[in-house]
């Protein structure tokens, strides 16, 4: 719906002006997650732009305008606006996603929650089958592109995945995420509304590593960082890690080749071509002795922008 996309558009990107606080993996991340990306729900809500923009009012709309989210919601006796905290999913196996069996896939939604009332829903719903793994209630749950699995964890944690097998090794052998994946996000501010690490593996390296373009650099990278936070305006900040600035360089090269020609293709557009032109010239892509760095800084204006060109997208 064209209302979704504008809500999507601002929630994802608000967030609150705060000291940096390091972006700690949740315990319950896999040991063998090789990305996660974590949302920040409700700083998000509660930032000055978020307020400015009524984005809760936004999303309020969006539950009264779904009959059926806001009865699922009205049953388990919540409020998305005040209860979630954060929504991260941490993936096992980019393998996996390619083949369209995403088994080793784990959401964590942190809030508060009543137990009582998400096991009631849960009895009562026809697309759900309640189970007993131990003293772990698991709700497998039916739906139109498959089945998943999910938990709740004392009041404050809802667990969920494609696989059981996975859910409940997540739940009973608790990772806190592998070495490479903790020390990747270790550098990101904990508090921006929206960050992500993914670790660059062996087999992706070797995947690249077939590509021509890709080669001199495949067995230089690292890992991926993002990071999206606010203080008067809105700031993307992406870093592909490598081993040495060689590559870094390397990237850079390669971006700076083709990026002349995207530009003005965009900057041309008729309707579209003032946005363009605002975006790109706040587009800062530089490179350092570990890293390549994609920054993009969007003042309100430009934001408002941004919502008005969404507006335009066919439904």
């Known amino acids: 719906m064209l209302h979704s996309r504008k809500l999507w558009l601002v929630a994802l990107a608000?967030?609150?002006?705060?000291?940096?606080?390091?972006?700690?993996?949740?315990?319950?991340?896999?040991?063998?997650?090789?990305?996660?990306m974590v949302f920040n729900v409700r700083s998000a809500l509660e930032s000055p732009l978020a307020?400015?923009?009524?984005?809760?009012?936004?999303?309020?709309?969006?539950?009264?305008?779904?009959?059926?989210?806001?009865?699922?919601?009205?049953?388990?006796?919540?409020?998305?606006?005040?209860?979630?905290?954060?929504?991260?999913v941490a993936v096992g196996n980019f393998a996996d996603l390619q083949g369209g069996k995403p088994d080793k896939m784990l959401l964590m939604i942190r809030g508060n929650f009543d137990p009582d009332r998400v096991d009631a829903a849960a009895k009562k719903a026809d697309t759900v089958k309640v189970t007993k793994e131990g003293t772990i209630n698991v709700y497998e749950i039916k739906g139109p592109d498959g089945t998943g699995y999910a938990t709740l964890i004392g009041k404050n944690m809802i667990a969920a995945s494609p696989s059981k097998e996975y859910l409940l090794k997540a739940v009973k052998n608790v990772g806190g995420g592998s070495k490479e994946l903790a020390k990747a996000s270790a550098g990101l501010d904990g508090k921006q509304s929206m960050w992500m690490t993914m670790v660059v593996t062996d087999d992706m390296r070797k995947a690249m590593a077939d590509n021509p373009q890709l080669k001199p650099i495949a067995n230089k990278l690292e890992s991926v960082t993002a990071g999206v936070s606010v203080t008067d305006?809105?700031?993307?900040?992406?870093?592909?890690?490598?081993?040495?600035?060689?590559?870094?360089?390397?990237?850079?090269?390669?971006?700076?080749?083709?990026?002349?020609?995207?530009?003005?293709?965009?900057?041309?557009?008729?309707k579209n071509g003032p946005l363009a032109k605002e975006i790109f010239s706040n587009l800062k892509i530089t490179a350092n002795q570990t890293a390549l760095n994609v920054n993009l800084k969007v003042n309100e204006a430009t934001l408002d922008m941004i919502i008005k060109a969404a507006g335009k997208l066919p439904k």
């Open 14 to 36: 608000l967030g609150v002006a705060a000291p940096v606080r390091a972006a700690d993996l949740d315990k319950l991340t896999p040991a063998d997650a090789q990305a996660i």
């Open 51 to 88: 307020k400015k923009k009524g984005v809760v009012d936004m999303v309020k709309k969006g539950i009264d305008d779904n009959a059926q989210a806001k009865q699922a919601l009205a049953a388990l006796g919540l409020d998305v606006t005040k209860d979630i905290e954060s929504v991260a």
């Open 233 to 270: 305006s809105i700031v993307l900040d992406v870093n592909v890690n490598t081993a040495d600035g060689e590559a870094a360089k390397f990237i850079k090269t390669q971006i700076d080749a083709v990026l002349p020609f995207i530009r003005a293709t965009a900057e041309a557009d008729e």
